[in-house]
């Protein structure tokens, strides 16, 4: 095991993918020569050269379509978007093209890629170097969304994505490219997609949360355990597929739940995972559903002071734990 | 080579076209300078009655309340026959649009397949009677499957040609469009990658001089898809999207391009739209009577008919044989389709992904079993 911080992972996994199947390129904005504006490519233009690492024009559209006709051409394409806030111009590719081509063509086509977005915020990123987008997407049917929160999950995630058969967005928190260590084997290995993962056991609480929120969630857990509150932190690890059996497990258990998540409160994520606790587990609750998640504004404000005012934070998380073990 | 910069959509000519004499002033039979045979240019005669005939069919079906919506090429098919001639079928590519039912025949889809289509039949090759008519693909045939938002295929064939490349397959991937649709975004950025990579790309442009109801002047700034092509350093030629060989004549040098590595072509082929946009669609409101009769003066079937008759190579036997087989082909076609069962709901949540997908909360009514 070696000590690698998230973005060596995601790089790690990359680089092995294009090792190992040479089917699979990478294009998007700068990762070629300059390895990506967080150097999650830095190395592949040198090892691979121009036919496998693409410098595109800045066309967020394009690179999704040419990805899409690409993988229908038979390579593995991994496109980055450079911030997941400029993804919205490829939207109508991601959802009417690369979602639907299965569907549409009862299985004719396909489009087997991945497209990688640096998300989210507390990294003096404003409006538009900080957003949450997952939950357009996971609205999609046939569009998978993976957002890891260790670098084991997400070298063993981006490696299952890039060899899923239908689209996959696998959103990186960009805070934690470089705070985040943790170990990572040698050697091949693989997480599934579609499986969550309780990384705290507990007995009061299920907090589930994904990405950076699912560390903030695990500094929250302590901390209420110093009041004796009993915390299960469920990290989704993939937003769609659900692993519904592991969140619906956890909370028959527990009785409680919290939902955390950075992107704003109304229509985020967290309200289908709280809609599906609410039919589904209902008989088992022993207090309401509740979320901790970013305030409906339009975006991440720069100032610092506003910034830490938006961000969902351990303490914030704490509170909610601790409002919801008292009801 | 016979690229005009004639105008049949938007400026109609009062004077029917002139008959090709049956030898060039070369001397050499018709289509002989472009390597057709007369067998050649009578399969290509097939396939445009073919096409019209499968099309008429589809209105009368609408109007008799068979199938519900049609979506024509009336008009479109000898730009779409001599186009898609060019390509070598089962190899190349092609991304086609709602009114390529010439440029799918031509790629080698069956009338079948075309009339399971508009019934939306379990069996429709296209999309298993998932979507609306019009959007026909296939991938036996190469035919990439389209979805409604118009011009988002032309990215798929850049993306297929980016492939093709780098896999070295010596493959040439065509994307075909309106003029209305090449105004979208997705163009530009399209050309502008698949020029910067010298891509083996064809993009063409059937001009029928309307979208919907907003004619070309309206929607094109200076009137001319072709001239765009000169922002993205290509080429980018106009021809009479009504004459069958000056379409493959322009498509054939497109091909050689892309396959010699000389990067991307624009076609912009002036074609006639004669039918109103779709079945649910009244284009009397927008256009004159004068104007819609001036555009029968350019059917490209009965110019092409003239054409090759003139040349003694339409002989009156060959054109009975072709119109008995046609007659047959589109009543089996019809037949075939009004025969054919609906997909049913317990097929309805396949194919969303690879694997089953049950969905995390399938519809409480089941899947109708």
Known sequence: MALKTFIEAVREGLREEMVRDESVIVLGEDVGKKGGVFLATDGLWTEFGDDRVIDTPLSESQIVGTSIGAAIGGLRPVAEIQFADFIHPAFNQLVSEAARLRYRSNNGYSAPMVVRAPYGGGVHGALYHSQSVEAFYTHVPGLKVVVPSTPYDAKGLLRSSIRDDDPVLFFEHKKMYRSVRGDVPEGEYTVPLGKAQVTHPGTQVTVIAYGLMAHYALEAADRVAEENISVEVVDLRTLRPLDKETVLDSVRKTGKCLIVYEDNRFGGYGAEVAAIIAEEAFDYLDGPVTRIAGPDVPGVPYNHVLEEWFMVNPEKIADGIRKLAAY | ?369
């Open chain 2, 1 to 369: 080579m016979a690229v005009t910069h004639t105008d049949p959509a938007t400026k109609p000519s009062k004077a029917q076209p002139k008959a090709t004499p049956k030898k060039s002033a070369a001397g050499s039979a018709l289509g002989a300078d472009l390597g057709l045979s007369s067998d050649d240019l009578l399969e290509m005669y097939r396939l445009v009655a073919l096409s019209r005939a499968v099309d008429e069919r589809m209105w009368v079906l609408n109007r008799a309340g068979r199938i519900p919506f049609v979506i024509s090429g009336q008009g479109h098919e000898g730009a779409q026959v001599g186009i898609t001639w060019a390509l070598e079928k089962g190899k190349d590519w092609i991304a086609p649009f709602y009114r390529s039912i010439a440029t799918c025949l031509t790629f080698g889809m069956s009338p079948r397949d075309i009339m399971t289509a508009q019934y939306a039949t379990a069996s429709d090759p296209s999309s298993g009677g998932r979507q609306m008519p019009g959007h026909y693909g296939s991938h036996e045939h190469n035919l990439v499957s389209v979805s409604s938002p118009v011009a988002t295929q032309l990215l798929h064939a850049v993306g297929l040609a980016l492939a093709a490349k780098i896999r070295k397959t010596g493959q040439v991937a065509l994307t075909v469009m309106g003029e209305g649709s090449s105004n979208q975004g997705d163009v530009h950025e399209g050309l502008n990658f698949a020029a910067i990579h010298k891509l083996p790309f064809i993009f063409v442009v059937e001009n029928n001089g309307y979208a919907i109801s907003v004619p070309l002047a309206r929607q094109v700034a200076g009137s001319s898809v072709a001239h765009r092509a000169a922002g993205y350093d290509i080429p980018g030629v106009t021809v009479d999207g009504t004459d069958v060989l000056a379409c493959y004549a322009a498509a054939r040098d497109a091909v050689g391009r892309a396959r010699a590595g000389d990067g991307p072509s624009l076609i912009e082929a002036k074609v006639t739209r004669l039918t109103a946009h779709s079945s649910d669609d009244q284009q009397t409101k927008y256009r004159s009577e004068e104007e819609l009769a001036a555009e029968k003066a350019n059917d490209p079937v009965p110019k092409f008919r003239a054409q090759l008759a003139d040349a003694g190579i339409l002989t009156d036997e060959a054109e009975e044989r072709i119109k008995a087989s046609i007659v047959a082909d589109v009543d089996d076609a019809t037949d075939y389709a009004e025969s054919q069962p609906d997909p049913q709901p317990s097929t309805a949540m396949k194919w969303v992904f690879a694997e089953d997908w049950p969905s995390e909360a399938p519809p409480p009514w089941g899947l109708g079993e």
